[in-house]
C-alpha cells in the first residue's frame, strides 16, 4: 500500500460511492483490509474505509425467514455465532467454513463481502454461501439484489462499475435441511484444493431442495446446478450415479501446481458423491 495517498472514513453508502466514481485518483473499498495489505494494485491510490456504515451485524428477520450478513461481518464472527445467528445446520455450516478459511488473526479482520470480492478458485465460505443460495444486495445507481452465482460470473464487470455489497441474505433453512463439507488438502489444516458443500432435505431416499457448491475446478467456486436439476425430487439409490458422472465430466478445472485438471475433476466427484451420502445419512 505505498502508493496510498488519501484515506476517506465514510459515512454513508453514497459518500463511498460518490469517492469511488472519481477518476482520479483511483480508489478501493477497505473494511478488514486483508485483501489490499502487502498487494493493493499500483494504481490504487486512495483508500475507503466502510467500518462507520454499520454493515457488521447479522440479524434474522422473522417475517421473511432470512438471514442477514453484513458486508463487514468477519469470518470470526461467523466462527464464533456472534448477532442473531441462530444455532442450527445452516450455522453449522457457515461456522465450519468461516473456519477453513485462514487462521485466528485473519479471520478477526477478513469480512464477508472481502471474502466474495477476492474469491479465489476453492474458498470454502464462498462455496458455503453458493450451496446455501445466498444473494448479496449491490450498490451502483441503485441497490438491488443479486444472486451471488450471478455476481461471481460477472465479478470484474460488475465491479467496474463502481460498486458496493452492503448485505449477504440467506433464506433460512428449514430443520429438514441438511449440510456436508468435504475437502482435500495438502495436509488436514492447509486450504483446501478442492471442496464440496451440499445442502439437501431428503425423506424416504427421495432428494428435495438440493444445491451443490464446489471449489477448485473453475476461477471462482460455481454451483453443480446440472447435477442439482438431476437429483431433485429423484430415488438418491437409483440417480445418484447415473447424474454424478456427466455433471463431473462437464467440469473444466484449472491445472496447476497443487493439482492436474484430471486430479481436480476426480476430486470433485469423489467429494461430491461423500457430501452427499453424507448429508443424507445424518
Given at each position: 500500500m505505498l502508493n496510498i495517498k488519501e484515506y476517506h472514513r465514510v459515512?454513508?453508502?453514497?459518500?463511498a460511492l460518490a469517492l469511488l466514481r472519481r477518476k482520479h485518483p483511483a480508489a478501493a473499498i477497505v473494511s478488514g483490509g486483508t485483501a489490499?495489505?502487502?498487494?493493493?494494485?499500483?494504481?490504487?491510490?486512495?483508500?475507503?474505509d466502510i467500518?462507520?456504515?454499520?454493515?457488521?451485524?447479522?440479524?434474522?428477520d422473522r417475517e421473511r425467514n432470512v438471514l442477514i450478513l453484513g458486508a463487514a461481518v468477519t469470518h470470526q464472527m461467523l466462527v464464533e455465532g456472534a448477532g442473531d445467528l441462530p444455532n442450527t445446520p445452516l450455522f453449522d455450516i457457515l461456522r465450519t467454513t468461516a473456519h477453513a478459511m485462514s487462521g485466528l488473526n485473519i479471520r478477526n479482520r477478513a469480512t464477508l463481502a472481502g471474502a466474495i470480492v477476492t474469491a479465489d478458485s476453492a474458498s470454502p465460505l464462498v462455496t458455503a454461501?453458493?450451496?446455501?443460495?445466498?444473494?448479496?444486495?449491490?450498490?451502483?445507481?441503485?441497490?438491488?439484489?443479486?444472486?451471488?452465482?450471478?455476481?461471481?460470473?460477472?465479478?470484474?464487470?460488475?465491479?467496474?462499475?463502481?460498486?458496493?455489497?452492503?448485505?449477504?441474505?440467506?433464506?433460512?433453512?428449514?430443520?429438514?435441511?441438511?449440510?456436508?463439507?468435504?475437502?482435500?488438502?495438502?495436509?488436514?489444516?492447509?486450504?483446501?484444493?478442492?471442496?464440496?458443500?451440499?445442502r439437501c432435505a431428503v425423506k424416504d431416499g427421495i432428494l428435495g431442495s438440493v444445491k451443490i457448491g464446489v471449489g477448485g475446478v473453475a476461477a471462482t467456486p460455481i454451483r453443480?446446478?446440472?447435477?442439482?436439476?438431476?437429483l431433485e425430487k429423484k430415488l438418491l439409490a437409483d440417480f445418484l450415479e447415473r447424474e454424478l458422472g456427466p455433471a463431473i465430466a462437464a467440469l473444466n478445472p484449472p491445472d496447476d501446481w497443487l493439482g492436474s485438471a484430471a486430479y481436480r475433476r476426480?476430486?470433485?466427484?469423489?467429494?461430491?458423491?461423500?457430501?452427499i451420502l453424507r448429508a443424507t445419512s445424518q
Open positions: 459515512e454513508t453508502i453514497e459518500e489490499l495489505v502487502g498487494s493493493a494494485p499500483e494504481q490504487i491510490e486512495a483508500v475507503i467500518a462507520a456504515l454499520g454493515l457488521n451485524q447479522i440479524t434474522l454461501l453458493l450451496a446455501c443460495d445466498a444473494e448479496i444486495t449491490l450498490h451502483t445507481d441503485q441497490a438491488r439484489s443479486l444472486p451471488l452465482s450471478g455476481f461471481l460470473a460477472y465479478r470484474e464487470r460488475i465491479l467496474s462499475e463502481d460498486a458496493l455489497i452492503s448485505e449477504i441474505r440467506l433464506p433460512v433453512a428449514s430443520p429438514d435441511l441438511r449440510f456436508a463439507y468435504e475437502r482435500v488438502a495438502r495436509t488436514p489444516r492447509d486450504y483446501p484444493i478442492v471442496c464440496v458443500v451440499v453443480l446446478t446440472a447435477l442439482e436439476f438431476g476426480e476430486m470433485a466427484g469423489v467429494l461430491t458423491r461423500r457430501a
